[in-house]
């Protein structure tokens, strides 16, 4: 089975940190992708990435930035998080037609 | 703009019966449409999907149904248990249709099934 790896199921954070967020698979998949998941808005695609190094925005990605130094690796970045990124973050990967496999999530609290 | 639309946001349904989710989509582009279905403290896991070269796809006690020319595409389940209690997701892409430029999702559907 694919795993799709999340280092941190909770995190809290103060308000202006630098907050990282680490993803890691393990099938060699080409996409890599963030996603936020809050009630009422589903899911939100933060940013993309489709090889190493390429990154792509999706529709939120203010306040976000990503690294992908490894293919296996993909990281979302807060610059300066705020209370308004308090959210569940979803990492998932994919390649061809098989579909997303998607990590358990991180739950992110900024105080 | 919200390019996939989800109905309805929560769904009660006796155990036995048929649960029924819609989505309606406006970007003729899309190719692949799949379904995710998230337990709590889990990640979404995809259910089922389908292409738009065919109207129904089913598997086991799910079943697909697609209308390209309406936009639309349905979820159901046949013979809910209430193990099938969860959020479910549609969602669609473009491209490759295994969407290596990321799925747009639908706000979700909170499903409940009774005993």
């Known amino acids: 089975d694919v795993k799709v790896t999340q280092s941190s199921r909770y995190l809290v954070k103060r308000t202006g940190e630098k907050v990282f967020l680490e993803c890691v698979q393990d099938?060699?998949?080409?996409?890599m992708f963030w996603y936020r998941q809050d009630p009422g808005l589903g899911l939100r695609l933060i940013y993309f990435?489709?090889?190493?190094?390429?990154?792509e925005k999706g529709d939120i990605p203010e306040g976000y930035s990503v690294s992908r130094e490894k293919k296996e690796r993909f990281s979302l970045i807060l610059e300066s998080a705020s209370t308004n990124q308090t959210s569940m973050y979803l990492c998932?990967?994919?390649f061809g037609l098989g579909g997303y496999t998607f990590g358990s999530g991180t739950r992110l609290t900024v105080v | 703009q919200q390019q996939v639309k989800q109905s309805p946001q929560s769904l009660i349904v006796q155990k036995g019966g048929i649960s029924i989710i819609n989505c309606a989509y406006e970007?003729?582009?899309?190719?692949?449409f799949p379904w995710y279905q998230q337990f709590p403290g889990k990640g979404p896991a995809l259910l089922i999907a389908?292409?738009?070269?065919?109207s129904e796809k089913k598997e086991g006690r799910f079943t697909i149904s697609f209308n390209k020319s309406a936009k639309q595409f349905s979820l159901h389940i046949m013979d809910s248990q209430p193990g099938d209690s969860a959020t479910y997701f549609c969602?669609?892409?473009?491209?490759?249709?295994?969407?290596?430029?990321?799925?747009?999702f639908g706000k979700g559907t909170h499903l409940i099934i009774q005993p």
């Open positions: 998932a990967s994919s």
């Open positions: 099938m060699d998949h080409e996409n």
């Open positions: 990435s489709y090889d190493v190094k390429m990154k």
């Open positions: 970007n003729t582009a899309f190719d692949y």
């Open positions: 389908i292409r738009p070269d065919v």
């Open positions: 969602a669609a892409s473009m491209g490759s249709g295994g969407g290596a430029d990321g799925l747009t």
